[in-house]
């Protein structure tokens, strides 16, 4: 059956310490890995898709890689703003857009 | 460029209720997307309107029903509310492929 796994589930940062984030998959003929950003009480805001194995995109202050079973959020130098909650999402089998969502890791940020 | 909205943002039922909660997809997308997402988890996908036809559905039982309309925008109905049936719920709209546009949720809570 087709699995999205993030960890860790809830991390917490000093302002400026770097760390990454992971996400691992099992779905057969993956059809892009997307992440999002979620604001509590808020609908989750899109990222980044990667496509292939070696992909990497950025924006700002995060890294998204992919590998053929997981990827990596990776935040650099992190800013209390980036507080959120990160969740990775798969297509199901044969779908382009509808997805399997992991549970998410809940990142904090302390100045 | 108008967003995806939803409404209400916040409603209570009670258990044996029946709700509806509506959704406007964004401009110049066709296919509507339902997601339920309980309190610390991931979204779970619900099913998708394309067309006004329903085109993918989850785990869901059918007291879970929905709508598209022709201009896009969809209705989600939930018959004889339970407790566990409390939740975030997330409309999101896109195009075939590709990322999802998501609104700021309609929390419901069931007494």
């Known amino acids: 059956e087709d699995q999205v796994t993030q960890s860790p589930e809830a991390l917490r940062l000093q302002e400026g310490e770097s760390s990454s984030l992971n996400c691992s998959y099992t779905?057969?003929?993956?059809?892009?890995l997307f992440w999002y950003r979620q604001d509590p009480g808020k609908g989750p805001e899109f990222l980044f898709t990667?496509?292939?194995a070696g992909e990497e995109k950025e924006k700002e202050r995060l890294k998204a890689t992919l590998t053929k079973k997981e990827s990596f959020l990776h935040i650099t130098a992190p800013k209390p703003e980036d507080s959120a909650t990160y969740l990775c999402?798969?297509?199901?089998?044969?779908?382009?857009?509808?997805?399997?969502f992991g549970t998410g890791t809940s990142l904090t940020v302390i100045p | 460029e108008t967003g995806v909205t939803q409404s209400p943002t916040h409603l209570i039922k009670t258990r044996g209720q029946q709700v509806t909660l509506r959704c406007s997809s964004q401009?110049?997308?066709?296919?509507v997307s339902w997601y339920q997402q309980a309190l610390g988890q991931g979204p779970q996908f619900i099913f998708q309107?394309?067309?006004?036809?329903?085109?993918g559905r989850g785990n869901f039982p059918p007291r879970f029903s929905g709508l598209q309309f022709p201009n896009y925008s969809s209705e989600l109905n939930v018959n004889a509310l339970e407790l566990d049936d409390s939740a975030l719920y997330l409309c999101?709209?896109?195009?075939?492929?590709?990322?999802?546009?998501f609104g700021e949720g309609s929390r419901l809570t069931v007494l």
């Open positions: 999402a798969v297509p199901r089998g044969g779908t382009g857009n509808q997805f399997y």
């Open positions: 309107y394309y067309r006004e036809e329903e085109n």
């Open positions: 779905v057969s003929g993956l059809r892009g």
């Open positions: 401009s110049g997308h066709n296919t």
């Open positions: 999101a709209s896109s195009l075939e492929v590709g990322e999802l546009f």
């Open positions: 990667l496509y292939s």
